[in-house]
């Protein structure tokens, strides 16, 4: 199956000139569903690591199926609303700025660490959260993504990361 037949683009949208890659059609196929997963858990399988963080909320669709097949613990990287004491950390998006956090307590120095997400398009969100984990005294070891949009040069923001992706668009 070819994964990438399951997402359906929609031109102009959130703005004019943008091909938004909607995801929500893979996701009601069962079966794509499940490939996908496969693929992204597949992609990591040589890496050694203790945790798996996503950023809400498309990265927690994949990211915690993925550290259950792992056998790994899930963190949630969010854009707030964490309960506990956190770190944040600003970054820039295709058009506009966020922040997200992660839990202090929820990375232990010297854990390795893999970034799983549905999506890399600038690699603002992963370095943002590798620099978050290296703030904590922790290493991001890889970076999984379903679909990588190879003409924004993501992987130019994780220059020392190995970075899979499963769909690539040109």
């Known amino acids: 199956m070819d994964l990438k037949d399951k ?8 703005q004019k000139g943008v091909i938004f890659r909607d995801i929500t059609t893979l996701l009601k196929d069962a079966e794509g ?7 992204i858990t597949a992609s990591l399988a040589d890496v050694s690591f203790d945790l798996v963080l996503s950023p809400e909320s498309r990265g927690f669709i994949f990211g915690m199926p993925v550290a259950y097949n792992m056998g790994k613990g899930f963190v ?3 854009k707030g609303k964490l309960p506990a004491e ?3 950390k600003e970054y820039e998006l295709e058009y506009g700025t966020a922040t ?3 839990h202090k307590d929820a990375i232990k120095p010297g854990q390795k660490v893999v970034i799983v997400d549905d999506l890399m398009a600038t690699g603002g ?5 590798m620099e978050m984990v290296e703030e904590m005294g922790a290493e991001v070891v890889a970076s999984a993504f379903l679909i990588e949009l190879d003409f924004l040069n993501g992987r130019k923001a994780l220059p020392d990361c190995r970075v899979e992706a499963v ?3 040109e």
């Open 125 to 129: 969100t992963a370095k943002a959260i």
């Open 33 to 39: 569903l499940k490939d996908a997963v496969d693929a």
């Open 86 to 88: 956190t770190i944040s």
């Open 167 to 169: 769909i690539h668009y």
């Open 100 to 102: 997200i956090e992660i």
């Open 76 to 78: 949630p990287v969010r």
């Open 7 to 14: 997402i359906r683009s929609i031109e102009d949208y959130p």
